[in-house]
């Protein structure tokens, strides 16, 4: 089997940036000529072994960081934004777009953020009457929409908070459980907590220096909600310091990537990394026993291994998504080459929409993409009450996957026939940038694909795609 040429251009330059280097001195400390250097940082040539080695040696850099997903993720949200309909021309080839992400992706990326403004132009006009007299109708990005991208291009993990929840979680007392910890640390901020029947799961006052947490909230839930507010009290700085790396747009991003920040810390601490991946691997990642070990839901360790991405102790690379009862996507990450449609649902093939339909079960499903890249699926749906008569039971689907080449791996791939073309169900993005030609669900038409209209004919679908 051919060896894949490693081009890797945009990461070298970005290492050499970090470490405030020249080409020259760079070259020297990798032991390669500057023309040699200038090459392989413009994916002219592949990076070489030796260069690989240097890095290692040299500047103790994870190799495994040269190939990292952010050129997928970048392919996967130019394609979806040039099957808008504002894009009137053919489509750029596929192979133009990995150039512009690998040799240019502060460019792509600048052309995402111009489309999403232009969507977000897009809606506001469409809800005029709403807009006008309003002091705050002024075009920016979606604060929601800018934190979820924070997260996504992060790789979905945070290396210094979750490093810090690490060590918070090593301090506890032997047999103690979580949530005391918490509550202990936060009386030592000099924090009362209570818990009594309230309408908000977690409420602080800050002038009482009270913290308040429904008593009607599962176990789980409680324990992540005092890690939460521990987090936002005792991890102020670190928490201020990575907003201030990652410069927000606007008020709004950063307080709501502050909170999803402390949310992160709270799922790292509850799930420390080395003792999680460990206890992941060791159970063949079965989700109820990692949920019984650490006092956590399913949704939050199924979150989890989603995060398992530490340079040099890496778990497997799993996507993660959440969806409600509509198909409208609530979260979503991925750490593998497969990419969530920024805009609207998921594919409605793909098993997380039937974990509704069978509640309390785990949905099993072997998928293949139409790029050909084939994804072992799980899903199940996850139920969260209000803890009352009165209150709404909210309702969401998780799904959690991977490349099949890990499937063995997970206890859920046992006895499933991972080499059988005809198991694997296809699927797609969205229906706009999906290529397949025969989908008994399409919505909408490909965008890239002339239509064909015969008044005599009618197959699965009303037209034939040429």
């Not at 810390?265 to 420390?272: E, T």
């Not at 019984?292 to 949704?299: K, N, P, V, W, Y």
């Not at 991925?334 to 039937?354: D, I």
Request: charged share 25%; glycine share 6%.
């Amino acid at each position: 089997m051919a060896v894949q040429k490693l081009y890797a251009g945009a990461k070298l330059r970005e290492l050499r940036g970090r470490l405030e280097l020249t080409q020259k001195a760079f070259a020297e400390k990798l032991g390669v000529s500057l023309p040699y250097l200038n090459q392989m940082e413009n994916n002219n040539r592949p990076v070489s072994t030796a260069v690989v080695l240097g890095l290692a040696q040299e500047f103790g850099f994870d190799v495994t960081e040269l190939q990292s997903g952010d050129e997928a993720r970048l392919v996967g949200d130019m394609r979806e934004a040039l099957a808008d309909p504002v894009f009137t021309g053919p489509a750029p080839a596929l192979a133009d777009m990995r150039l512009a992400a690998a040799n240019a992706p502060a460019l792509a990326r600048a052309f995402l953020d111009l489309h999403a403004a232009y969507r977000q132009t897009h809606e506001r006009l469409a809800s005029l009457d709403e807009a006008l007299g309003r002091e705050d109708a002024r075009l920016q990005p979606s604060p929601w929409e800018e934190v979820r991208d924070f997260f996504h291009y992060c790789d979905n993990y945070i290396d210094a908070v979750d490093r810090a929840a690490e060590r918070f979680a090593s301090r506890t007392s032997p047999g103690e459980a979580m949530a005391d910890a918490a509550v202990r640390m936060l009386d030592s901020h000099g924090i009362k907590t209570v818990f009594r029947d309230a309408a908000d799961v977690r409420h602080f006052d800050a002038a009482t220096k009270t913290l308040t947490i429904s008593q009607f909230a599962s176990a789980s839930t409680q324990t992540f909600q005092l890690l939460l507010q521990l987090a936002m009290v005792s991890q102020e700085p670190l928490l201020e310091a990575t907003l201030d790396l990652a410069r927000f747009q606007s008020d709004e991003a950063r307080s709501i990537a502050k909170v999803g920040l402390a949310n992160y810390f709270a799922g790292a601490a509850l799930m420390p990394y080395a003792a999680f991946l460990s206890a992941a691997q060791a159970t063949r990642h079965d989700l109820e026993i990692l949920a019984a070990r650490f006092g956590a839901s399913l949704e939050q360790v199924a979150h989890r291994l989603s995060t398992l991405q530490r340079p040099g102790a890496k778990g497997i690379p799993f996507f993660f998504v959440r969806v409600d009862q509509a198909g409208t996507i609530t979260k979503r990450h991925s750490a593998t080459t497969l990419q969530f449609a920024r805009y609207g649902g998921a594919c409605p093939l793909w098993n997380v929409h039937q974990a509704f339909e069978l509640p309390g079960q785990f949905l099993r499903q072997l998928a293949e993409t139409p790029d050909g890249a084939r994804y072992f699926c799980l899903a199940r749906d996850v139920s969260k009450s209000g803890g009352a008569y009165n209150v709404p039971t909210r309702r969401y689907a998780i799904g959690l996957g991977c490349e099949v080449k890990h499937a063995p791996a997970l206890v859920y791939a046992d006895h499933m026939d991972l080499g059988a073309a005809e198991a694997y169900a296809p699927i797609g993005i969205s229906c706009r940038i999906c290529e397949r030609r025969n989908c008994h669900q399409r919505s909408v038409p490909p965008l890239e694909r002339q239509l064909r209209v015969d008044p005599d004919r009618r197959g699965i679908l009303p037209y034939q795609l040429d």
